[in-house]
């Protein structure tokens, strides 16, 4: 039987006394999306950053495509927190591309018609080719983030992380790149995990949540996680999830202090 993309078993992630998660467990077969959520300061990006091979776990394991996590794994694409790129920067959306081919390299990678095609194949299969030639920091926020998705996917990865990849978008280029990620993990089998504080883009292409808060975690469907007595019982007090309109809106999200974050009413945002 073939390994899962992701596996993640009785994993822990403590930074001194302060514990993130405990005996997490996830496994994640291909093609699936799971959609992580959860308070600021739960742990969330951390987890990425443990399965990018950058931060150890206290205790545990993870493996991808059976193998244990290591840096530089040719099987993870990875679009980080999402920075608006300088409009000086001197690369076109079609270098940024390569980088994910070869960015490991020292410079931009040597043109040959094979990686030309490449490139060419994901910016036109992101819808992004009409901007290839283009600038990359001359361009809007929603056409950079399908840029930097192109570049995720054009190694042909097994995982692809996003972390809050809608961040500062529109309310339409969130639904569009959220649509780009679930055809990238239909067609080419890419297990995907989704870091978002913006639950309602995701919720009709997310296989399933995992929730993070409070040092603890869930992980199950959408109706599983997402409601008022799971949440609740997370975060120690009362939560309301209220669905209206095929939307979720979370009421009453503690105010979280220091280390714990903020309040994170994620559900309030873009239809
Ligand atoms: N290397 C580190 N050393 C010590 N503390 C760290 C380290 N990395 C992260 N932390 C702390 O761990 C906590 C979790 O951080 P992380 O970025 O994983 O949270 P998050 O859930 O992604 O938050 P947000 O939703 O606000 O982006 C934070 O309080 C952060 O300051």
New binding site residues.
């Given amino acids: 039987m073939s390994s899962p993309t992701l596996k993640i078993h009785d994993a822990s992630l403590s ?2 006394a ?1 514990r ?1 998660w405990s005996h997490l467990n996830l496994l994640v077969e291909p093609g699936e999306f799971v959609a992580v959520l ?10 990425l ?1 443990v399965i990018l091979g950058e ?1 150890r776990l206290t205790s545990g394991t993870v493996a991808i495509a059976g193998r244990p996590a290591r840096r530089g794994s040719g099987e993870i694409g990875y679009v980080p ?1 999402q920075r608006r790129v300088d409009p000086l920067t001197p690369l076109r959306a079609r270098d940024l591309v390569g980088l994910g081919l070869d960015g490991h390299r020292w410079g931009i990678g040597w043109p040959n018609p094979g990686r030309r095609r490449r490139i060419d194949a994901l910016l036109d299969r992101v819808g992004a080719a009409g901007y290839a030639d283009r600038p990359v920091g001359l361009l809007s926020g929603g056409e950079q983030q399908r840029v930097r998705i192109a570049q995720a996917l054009v190694a042909g990865p097994r995982l692809l992380l996003c ?2 990849p809608l961040l500062s978008l529109d309310p339409q280029s969130q639904s569009a790149t959220t649509a780009l990620v679930d055809q990238s993990r239909r067609t080419g089998d890419t297990a995907v995990l989704f ?1 978002t ?1 913006e639950i309602n883009p995701v919720l009709p292409y997310a296989d399933r949540v995992l929730y ?1 808060a409070g040092g603890q975690f869930r992980a199950g469907t959408v109706d599983e996680v997402l409601n008022s007595s799971t949440l609740s019982e997370m975060y120690r007090t009362p939560v309301e999830v209220i669905r209206s309109h095929g939307r979720i809106l979370v009421a009453g999200l503690p105010e979280m202090s220091g ?1 714990e ?1 903020h309040e ?1 009413n994620y559900a309030l945002g873009a239809p």
């Fill in positions: 930074f001194g302060r993130l959860g308070a600021n300061g739960s742990g969330k990006t951390s987890l950053r931060q927190q972390d809050e870091v504080h993070l280390h974050g994170t």
